[in-house]
């Protein structure tokens, strides 16, 4: 599995994670992630991106920590809400993103979207839900 570190348009602080500073996303998924930003032809506000299974939130899955999109280095969380939303979720899907995280619930600067991949190999296949 080929990481990296940051790409043109997402920098290595956005993608670290918070808990460690490691910042190991996939190739492939930042080629997509790229793929819709350019479609998207705006600054995508990222609020959570790799997260190490010593992460808090992943910590808390007990035995399945390591395992989720985050820990596995294809998702980000984008800060978005409305309109705006649901035009990043079309572009997304377009470009190949295939698990989909909605919260749009509360404040709205909190609200984002989980753009992520599936991995038949990690048991994660197409998914959409909401938080």
Same mark, same amino acid.
């Given at each position: 599995?080929?990481?990296?570190?940051?790409?043109?348009?997402? $920098?290595?602080?956005?993608?670290?994670? $918070?808990?460690?500073?490691?910042?190991?996303?996939?190739?492939? @998924?930042?080629?997509?992630?790229?793929?819709?930003?350019?479609? @998207?032809?705006? !600054?995508?506000?990222?609020?959570?991106? @790799?997260?190490?299974?010593?992460? !808090?939130?992943?910590?808390?899955?007990?035995?399945? %920590?390591?395992?989720?999109?985050?820990?596995?280095?294809?998702?980000?969380?984008?800060?978005?809400?409305?309109?705006? %939303?649901?035009?990043?979720?079309?572009?997304?899907?377009?470009?190949?993103?295939?698990? /989909?995280? /909605?919260?749009?619930?509360?404040?709205?600067? $909190?609200?984002?979207?989980?753009?992520?991949?599936?991995?038949?190999? %990690?048991?994660?296949? $197409? %998914?959409?839900?909401? @938080?």
């Amino acid at each position: 599995m080929a990481t990296v570190t940051c790409s043109e348009h997402f $920098s290595e602080d956005e993608l670290k994670c $918070s808990h460690t500073g490691i910042a190991a996303m996939q190739g492939r @998924y930042m080629d997509v992630l790229e793929a819709v930003r350019t479609a @998207y032809g705006k !600054p995508m506000r990222i609020s959570s991106a @790799y997260r190490d299974k010593t992460h !808090p939130v992943e910590a808390k899955k007990g035995d399945r %920590a390591g395992t989720g999109d985050h820990c596995r280095g294809v998702a980000v969380d984008v800060l978005v809400a409305g309109d705006e %939303a649901i035009e990043l979720m079309r572009i997304a899907i377009d470009c190949g993103i295939d698990r /989909i995280g /909605i919260s749009q619930k509360g404040s709205w600067d $909190s609200r984002f979207i989980h753009l992520g991949l599936s991995d038949a190999d %990690a048991g994660k296949g $197409s %998914a959409i839900w909401s @938080y």
